[in-house]
């Protein structure tokens, strides 16, 4: 009987494990023809944080020389992600490593939009690039990064981590300081901010993001407690009072003050390695005008600028849905794979 149920537990074991490992998010698919490629899985501990980002390097079975590690946006994603894009660069002998955002799929740790930052998607990437670069069949390649939205804040954050890619792809990334994409959200209508801003006109809710992302930028190197105490100052002196908001005050999460912190533009300025920023024109959740003057305003060599008309934040027609967010365009896909082809 002691055996049997031995034997029981053993087999729930497996078919939990099998279960969880099948988990892909609604917007998010398996590639198809993966048996025309070499799957490997490939887990990365984050030293500091200590957490396991679990992932899968996928290679072209001929000879290929580039390999590209792709990172999302905000919100849930896996090793399933972008998952047309990773089938257009395969098919052009390009290989490309995703993984389990930390608290997805198979990777441990817990995913909280809340409490887990920029800063901490900026380490968990710095380890998978190390980790990658370092790996036999990968030894001697050219290593590439291509972030979406916030993943490309993220990748261009490496660098400021003394990392060096072989080459960047910044996919409607913001670049403007101060949290100045917030606003344009709001300006948009994709992020309204109902319960964090209660006002009667979109002008009163940008003049208190603008107060308060001003705080968060001058002050970004206080504690926490400090950092809090300057905000409530602020928000009082601008009447920004209980009345003006429901379960929480604006940027009261430290994932959105640390986002509120940030500052590349010096990075993009001297970035010294090949780098592709590509939006869409029609982008509601970056603004893409903005965005490329000044990138342009920077006159660095190295970077490339790529803007097409009528795509959204996805690279998509009409307008965004998440449904379909990694379902990206032929013209928008086909850019991407033929820059990295070339470099």
Known sequence: MRKQKTL??????????FIKAQEVYTYEKQISNLQNYISTEIDTENLEDKVVLKG?????????????IIVPGSGKDTRNSH???TEKLLENNIAVYRYDERGCGLSTGKFNTISYTINDMINDLKFVYLNIKNQKTVVGKKIGLLGHSMGGMTTIGILDKNMTP??????????????EFIKYQLTTG????????????????????????????????????????????????IGYKKKNYQRFTYANFSSTKELIKKDFENTYKNCKIKLLYIIGENDKFVDAKKETELLE?????????????????????????????????????NEITNWIKNQ
């Open 8 to 17: 029981i537990i053993f087999f729930f074991a497996i078919i939990t494990n």
């Open 83 to 85: 998952y047309r894009l």
């Open 166 to 179: 072989d080459f960047l792809v910044q996919w409607a990334t913001p670049i403007q300081k101060k949290g």
């Open 56 to 68: 899968t390097l996928i290679e072209p079975k001929s000879n290929y020389t580039t390999v590209v």
């Open 297 to 333: 305003s920077f006159n660095n060599p190295n970077i490339e600028i790529k803007k097409i008309g009528n795509l959204n934040h996805y690279l998509k027609n009409g307008i965004e849905n998440i449904k379909e967010k990694y379902e990206i365009e032929d013209n928008g896909v």
């Open 190 to 237: 994709v992020n309204k901010f109902e319960e964090e801003l209660v006002y009667n006109s979109i002008e009163e809710k940008i003049f208190v993001i603008d107060k308060i992302n001003t705080v968060i930028f001058e002050n970004k190197n206080d504690e926490n407690l400090v950092l809090c105490k300057k905000i409530d100052k602020v928000s009082k002196d």
